[in-house]
């Protein structure tokens, strides 16, 4: 093969390759193989930890801008809100954060013409990353992470400390994937790739090479022999570390229905031509169905949303420091009655315990 180092860089056109997917579903595993075969991950990346001790492939500086603009936009990481989607889709449509990202990505095509974006925030802002990879001349191409949703809600619980409960994490994981789907599938085709975490394991040559000539990506079609036996070295059965069927989480009884319907429908976007118009009609049942759920159950809990809080602010007051005594406080009461008016709201306004009056404009 000719590695792609060998090639004219100038006959290599620009794309960017998103791995999109909910976090704990082998993300970092296919953006850490696209890095070893040749293509590039935007440094500085994140750097590994316990619960990723192979790394997470992803760019510090992604991380970084998709936990500001969450927090911007008041929504989590695992939001099961279908509504949290129009939020991160009015922030994704700014032009100041479009003009961000490009310049962001520009100059790191100097450094290789095929990058690699990753990060489990990143399925909120695909349109956001989708305009700035196009307005630098770039490919946009999508690779989305399928693995059982109950190993990503038992990966979670174990590697992140979770408390949240299945229930949530289950929503989420239905929230994301779906959305994710309905995000990418005008490049359904040619420029995106559904990919089972299990195939991944068990056979990542196959799979990834699938990937790569879908996408067309020449960092993987032209890849070394020496870099393949780097992933060899990299690619760990084992990395599936936690395994639980559905039944064991426990689910409310529709949103269990709803969860296997779903990953049994966006198993067949992962298959030869499996991603075709009829099962994006199923999808798009599916993802209408959640919404409905989801509204039903928020319409119905809103008194325990009254009582989070309630006893959030009884907390908050608990942990309030008494209120320090002041030196007029400490003037016996009698002395105190002597001192006139003027002086003592003097005093108050130094202390700040009282705002001066404020200059009549003449509006009535």
Do not use: C
């Not at 620009?14 to 704990?24: Q, Y």
């Not at 991160?88 to 032009?95: A, C, D, F, K």
């Not at 989305?144 to 949703?149: A, H, I, K, N």
């Amino acid at each position: 093969m000719t590695a792609i180092d060998e090639m004219n860089p100038e006959g290599v056109p620009r794309k960017v390759l998103f791995v999109a997917g909910a976090g704990r579903s082998g993300t970092s595993t296919m953006a850490g193989i696209a890095s070893k075969l040749g293509m590039h991950v935007p440094l500085p990346e994140v750097p590994a930890d316990a619960s990723n001790p192979r790394g997470f492939s992803e760019p510090q500086w992604a991380v970084d801008l998709h936990d500001r603009l969450l927090k911007e936009a008041g929504v989590q990481v695992s939001d099961a809100r279908p509504g949290a989607w129009f939020e991160t889709g009015r922030i994704s449509t700014r032009e100041p954060a479009r003009i961000r990202v490009a310049d962001w990505l520009e100059p790191h095509f100097d450094v290789h013409p095929e990058l690699v974006v990753k990060d489990p925030r990143l399925s909120w802002f695909l349109g956001l990353w989708r305009v700035a990879a196009i307005r630098t001349g770039a490919k946009p191409v999508f690779v989305t992470m399928l693995r059982p949703p109950a190993e990503v809600v038992g990966s979670k619980q174990k590697y992140y400390a979770n408390k949240l409960g299945s229930s949530h994490l289950a929503a989420s994981w239905l929230n994301m994937l779906l959305h994710t789907e309905r995000a990418t599938r005008d490049e359904a085709g040619s420029a995106r790739v559904f990919v089972r975490y299990e195939d991944l394991l068990t056979d990542w040559v196959k799979t990834t090479m699938h990937v790569g000539h879908t996408l067309e990506l020449q960092s993987i079609i032209h890849t070394r022999s020496d870099l393949i036996r780097e992933v060899h070295r990299f690619i760990d059965p084992s990395l599936r570390r936690v395994s639980s069927s559905l039944e064991d989480l426990a689910l409310p009884p529709r949103l269990h229905e709803l969860t296997g319907q779903t990953w049994e429908e966006l198993n067949k976007l992962a298959d030869p031509e499996g991603d075709v118009t009829e099962v994006h009609a199923t999808l798009d049942e599916l993802r209408d169905a959640y919404t409905d759920l989801y509204e039903e159950a928020e319409a119905i809990s809103k008194s325990s949303v009254v009582a989070a809080r309630i006893a959030g602010a009884r907390a908050a007051a608990d942990t309030e420091p008494p209120e320090s005594t002041g030196l007029a406080d400490k003037i016996p009461h009698d002395l105190r009655a002597k001192i006139p008016p003027s002086v003592r709201r003097g005093v108050r306004r130094a202390l700040g315990r009282e705002r001066a009056a404020e200059p009549s404009t003449g509006e009535q």
